[in-house]
């Protein structure tokens, strides 16, 4: 069966809420006999790895309930959630959120005293909840006060680890609905959608540097969860007109948008997403019926006749975390009802779950989407280039003397690039793999795939890229496709003497293009590069600057915009490879250093990384600027996050240059990202609405290469 190796936990306070099914055991006084006998059922059931505690009032009891488990081989886990829910302490309902400093703080507090508790059980994982959601008009500040408050319990967690010589807690938030129900039976929590859980997840890990914090994703809360975003309909209107016989016609207005907010469950497609995120699992049950007694997140048994989760609904979800490779543990949280008996509730469960691991679509079945290039531009089609390169080479030419060039440079202006010049440049590598984009096939099925889905306004690349892309338009205007090349804005790569890794690497001269060769392959403009090393090697760098500058006023002379990116750069030590710096005062400063080359700035963009405090950085100059992807993360909700942040961050930012992180985005399809991207730039989408967008283009038109190459090639 799949995910063997995943621990199995039990959430114990719901499924042995307390003698006779009471709330003993969630309100942290539960009976000496029934708490012991609890944890020794559990103990002893090695189908369970774990268990996921919450507080026990009395000392006396937790010392004995902490020496028994101490004796056993249950991984632990504490759970403040009951805590918070039952609220016995009468703090404000916004909790660890509320704008309310006072109140916020008092919830703090409460939350230090179980992280100690949690620390005295050797427990592995603290779980809590973000607190009652304020409301749309305070949600924004609630999310500020819930990141701050995080921190600071992360700090505190950390301090009293060293204190106690002791691992850190994993401090997980659970994501919870977000309906406000008069009766009571959902939670109404701030955190809430996954995409915003993930946003409050990348700032307490990537700003606050608290790599022990993640998130807990319920399969219960999946059918809970609504995410808002702004739906987008094309629509027609007919409008009757008076003619000049006196007689009415009818006008139509096409391409006319309707906007509309639209409320939608998740689905198992978010799992994805949350995968760097994602500490640890549950898997429950609820009602939907309004009518049913136990309507709500009320955690009741499989065996629950009107239970909104059944096995179809378990076998996804495994499905999912299994294709994702999730690794932590999977916790049950189910509650026994009426006369139920918490054993036979958890005989149950753990037949229901081991029944949808044995399932062949879940274990075989490829429910994760996995972009293959070969798939998309096989093998064969690709060996053709080199005899169109030998029989008809001068179609290249041809192709690109004839394309149909832009009115004007941007549409709206904005623009949204490819990047496709890095192998020129001895930089190959992406995640594991050293040379993925030394491989030709792979990366021109990429940049193809992401070029012919129309949704991105032009290339960045070196000579031998958009040859090869003016013999595939070539193929496909014969086909009698309209060629992708034309009203796209192709930039050519200048200077690409500076090779990763060499000595003088920073000796960066025209290798590729030169400005006379921009005008005579009929392309847009011309794109140059300009690193600042400020210590042994500072020579080269000022002498790359000199030619830089050159080539910038050639190009003024040609009439051509060039697209210009400084980057300060070092080495952490000799044998290590230059990185960008990436911080806001060295950004301003060579900002300041390119802004002045030339003779003219009047047709110069810049392109530059997204960085914490860009509002200054745009400050330093007048010139429209892209943004960069920078190295592959092999996740495009980094670029499109950074991309939507730095659109705010001054108007003159105008879009994004990117490359790496479109063409290699995991297992995603780039004509996908790149789509993300270009709505995030050129409609003003969210990175949370860009993302759900990206979902419904993959594979789209996927055939239609390998369609164009039999019909002209065979």
């Given at each position: 069966m799949i995910l063997e190796k995943n621990m199995v936990t039990v959430v114990h306070p719901m499924a042995f809420p307390g003698r006779q099914n009471t709330n003993s055991m969630l309100r942290g006084e539960p009976g000496e006999r029934y708490l012991m006998e609890s944890l020794k059922v559990l103990a002893k059931d090695p189908y369970f790895g774990g268990i996921e505690l919450t507080r026990i009032k009395d000392p006396s009891l937790m010392k004995k309930a902490i020496d028994y488990l101490s004796k056993t081989d249950l991984h632990i886990f504490f759970t403040a959630q009951p805590v918070q829910i039952l609220n016995e302490e009468g703090y404000a309902p916004t909790d660890i959120s509320s704008i309310n400093e006072l109140d916020r703080i008092n919830s703090i507090n409460r939350l230090k005293e179980m992280i100690d508790q949690?620390?005295?059980?050797?427990?592995?994982?603290?779980?809590?909840?973000?607190?009652?959601?304020?409301?749309?008009?305070?949600?924004?500040?609630?999310?500020?006060?819930?990141?701050?408050?995080?921190?600071?319990?992360?700090?505190?967690?950390?301090?009293?680890?060293?204190?106690?010589?002791?691992?850190?807690?994993k401090i997980i938030l659970e994501m919870f609905d977000r309906i406000d129900d008069p009766r009571g039976r959902f939670h109404n929590q701030l955190i809430g959608p996954t995409f915003e859980a993930i946003e409050i997840a990348r700032r307490l890990r990537d700003e606050y540097h608290h790599d022990e914090f993640g998130l807990l994703y319920d399969l219960t809360h999946m059918f809970l969860i609504r995410n808002i975003h702004i739906k987008h309909e094309n629509i027609n209107i007919e409008v009757p007109t008076e003619a000049t016989s006196g007689s009415a016609t009818t006008q139509k207005y096409e391409n006319l948008v309707k906007e509309e907010?639209?409320?939608?469950?998740?689905?198992?497609?978010?799992?994805?997403?949350?995968?760097?995120?994602?500490?640890?699992?549950?898997?429950?049950?609820?009602?939907?019926?309004?009518?049913?007694?136990?309507?709500?997140?009320?955690?009741?048994?499989?065996?629950?006749?009107?239970?909104?989760?059944?096995?179809?609904?378990v076998a996804d979800f495994i499905k999912a975390l299994h294709e994702m490779g999730y690794k932590g543990p999977i916790g049950f949280e189910i509650m026994p009802r009426g006369r139920e008996g918490s054993v036979p509730v958890l005989q149950h469960a753990k037949s229901f779950y081991d029944d949808v691991?044995?399932?062949?679509?879940?274990?075989?079945?490829?429910?994760?989407?996995?972009?293959?290039?070969?798939?998309?531009?096989?093998?064969?089609?690709?060996?053709?280039?080199?005899?169109?390169r030998i029989k008809n080479s001068e179609i290249i030419e041809e192709t690109l003397k004839s394309r149909k060039k832009r009115k004007d440079l941007t549409n709206d202006g904005y623009l949204v690039i490819l990047a496709a010049d890095h192998p020129a440049r001895r930089v190959t590598s992406v995640g594991n793999s050293p040379t993925a984009m030394g491989d030709r096939l792979e990366y021109l099925g990429r940049i193809v795939r992401t070029l012919t889905s129309?949704?991105?306004?032009?290339?960045?690349?070196t000579p031998d890229i958009i040859d090869e892309l003016a013999m595939i338009d070539h193929l496909y205007k014969k086909a009698g496709r309209e060629g992708f090349l034309d009203n796209k804005v192709l930039i050519g790569s200048m200077n690409r003497s500076g090779l990763s890794g060499i000595e003088y690497e920073m000796d960066d001269m025209l290798t590729s293009y030169w400005p006379r060769d921009l005008v005579r392959n009929n392309l847009d403009a011309g794109k140059l590069l300009f690193r600042l090393e400020t210590g042994r090697y500072s020579r080269w760098s000022v002498r790359t600057l000199q030619i830089c500058a050159e080539a910038v006023r050639e190009c003024s002379e040609q009439g051509l915009p060039v697209f210009l990116e400084p980057l300060p750069v070092a080495k952490k030590d000799e044998e290590s490879s230059y990185e960008t710096i990436m911080d806001a005062d060295e950004l301003i400063k060579i900002v300041g250093i390119v802004s002045g080359i030339g003779g003219s700035s009047a047709k110069t963009w810049i392109k530059i990384p997204y960085v914490p405090n860009f509002e200054r950085v745009v400050r330093a100059t007048t010139l429209p600027i892209l943004i960069l992807g920078g190295d592959s993360k092999e996740d495009p909700t980094y670029t499109i996050e950074n991309i939507s942040k730095a659109l705010e961050s001054g108007p003159n930012v105008r879009g994004a240059l990117v490359g790496r992180n479109i063409l290699f985005p995991g297992d995603d399809d780039p004509a996908a990202v790149m789509y993300a991207v270009y709505k995030t730039v050129h409609e003003g989408l969210s990175a949370m609405e860009a993302l759900e967008e990206m979902i419904k283009v993959?594979?789209?038109?996927?055939?239609?290469?390998?369609?164009?190459?039999?019909?002209?090639?065979m």
């Amino acid at each position: 069966m799949i995910l063997e190796k995943n621990m199995v936990t039990v959430v114990h306070p719901m499924a042995f809420p307390g003698r006779q099914n009471t709330n003993s055991m969630l309100r942290g006084e539960p009976g000496e006999r029934y708490l012991m006998e609890s944890l020794k059922v559990l103990a002893k059931d090695p189908y369970f790895g774990g268990i996921e505690l919450t507080r026990i009032k009395d000392p006396s009891l937790m010392k004995k309930a902490i020496d028994y488990l101490s004796k056993t081989d249950l991984h632990i886990f504490f759970t403040a959630q009951p805590v918070q829910i039952l609220n016995e302490e009468g703090y404000a309902p916004t909790d660890i959120s509320s704008i309310n400093e006072l109140d916020r703080i008092n919830s703090i507090n409460r939350l230090k005293e179980m992280i100690d508790q949690a620390y005295e059980f050797n427990a592995e994982g603290f779980t809590l909840m973000s607190g009652r959601d304020p409301g749309e008009t305070l949600r924004e500040s609630a999310k500020l006060s819930l990141i701050r408050s995080i921190h600071e319990l992360c700090e505190y967690s950390s301090k009293r680890a060293k204190t106690l010589k002791k691992k850190p807690l994993k401090i997980i938030l659970e994501m919870f609905d977000r309906i406000d129900d008069p009766r009571g039976r959902f939670h109404n929590q701030l955190i809430g959608p996954t995409f915003e859980a993930i946003e409050i997840a990348r700032r307490l890990r990537d700003e606050y540097h608290h790599d022990e914090f993640g998130l807990l994703y319920d399969l219960t809360h999946m059918f809970l969860i609504r995410n808002i975003h702004i739906k987008h309909e094309n629509i027609n209107i007919e409008v009757p007109t008076e003619a000049t016989s006196g007689s009415a016609t009818t006008q139509k207005y096409e391409n006319l948008v309707k906007e509309e907010m639209v409320e939608e469950p998740e689905t198992t497609e978010v799992l994805q997403y949350l995968m760097p995120y994602l500490f640890h699992v549950h898997i429950g049950n609820c009602v939907l019926d309004p009518n049913d007694p136990n309507y709500g997140d009320s955690h009741i048994s499989f065996a629950y006749p009107n239970g909104a989760i059944k096995l179809r609904e378990v076998a996804d979800f495994i499905k999912a975390l299994h294709e994702m490779g999730y690794k932590g543990p999977i916790g049950f949280e189910i509650m026994p009802r009426g006369r139920e008996g918490s054993v036979p509730v958890l005989q149950h469960a753990k037949s229901f779950y081991d029944d949808v691991r044995t399932w062949q679509d879940v274990i075989y079945g490829v429910g994760r989407y996995k972009f293959v290039t070969r798939e998309y531009f096989p093998e064969w089609a690709f060996f053709k280039l080199t005899d169109l390169r030998i029989k008809n080479s001068e179609i290249i030419e041809e192709t690109l003397k004839s394309r149909k060039k832009r009115k004007d440079l941007t549409n709206d202006g904005y623009l949204v690039i490819l990047a496709a010049d890095h192998p020129a440049r001895r930089v190959t590598s992406v995640g594991n793999s050293p040379t993925a984009m030394g491989d030709r096939l792979e990366y021109l099925g990429r940049i193809v795939r992401t070029l012919t889905s129309g949704y991105v306004d032009g290339v960045m690349a070196t000579p031998d890229i958009i040859d090869e892309l003016a013999m595939i338009d070539h193929l496909y205007k014969k086909a009698g496709r309209e060629g992708f090349l034309d009203n796209k804005v192709l930039i050519g790569s200048m200077n690409r003497s500076g090779l990763s890794g060499i000595e003088y690497e920073m000796d960066d001269m025209l290798t590729s293009y030169w400005p006379r060769d921009l005008v005579r392959n009929n392309l847009d403009a011309g794109k140059l590069l300009f690193r600042l090393e400020t210590g042994r090697y500072s020579r080269w760098s000022v002498r790359t600057l000199q030619i830089c500058a050159e080539a910038v006023r050639e190009c003024s002379e040609q009439g051509l915009p060039v697209f210009l990116e400084p980057l300060p750069v070092a080495k952490k030590d000799e044998e290590s490879s230059y990185e960008t710096i990436m911080d806001a005062d060295e950004l301003i400063k060579i900002v300041g250093i390119v802004s002045g080359i030339g003779g003219s700035s009047a047709k110069t963009w810049i392109k530059i990384p997204y960085v914490p405090n860009f509002e200054r950085v745009v400050r330093a100059t007048t010139l429209p600027i892209l943004i960069l992807g920078g190295d592959s993360k092999e996740d495009p909700t980094y670029t499109i996050e950074n991309i939507s942040k730095a659109l705010e961050s001054g108007p003159n930012v105008r879009g994004a240059l990117v490359g790496r992180n479109i063409l290699f985005p995991g297992d995603d399809d780039p004509a996908a990202v790149m789509y993300a991207v270009y709505k995030t730039v050129h409609e003003g989408l969210s990175a949370m609405e860009a993302l759900e967008e990206m979902i419904k283009v993959r594979n789209k038109n996927f055939d239609e290469l390998k369609e164009i190459f039999k019909e002209t090639l065979m």
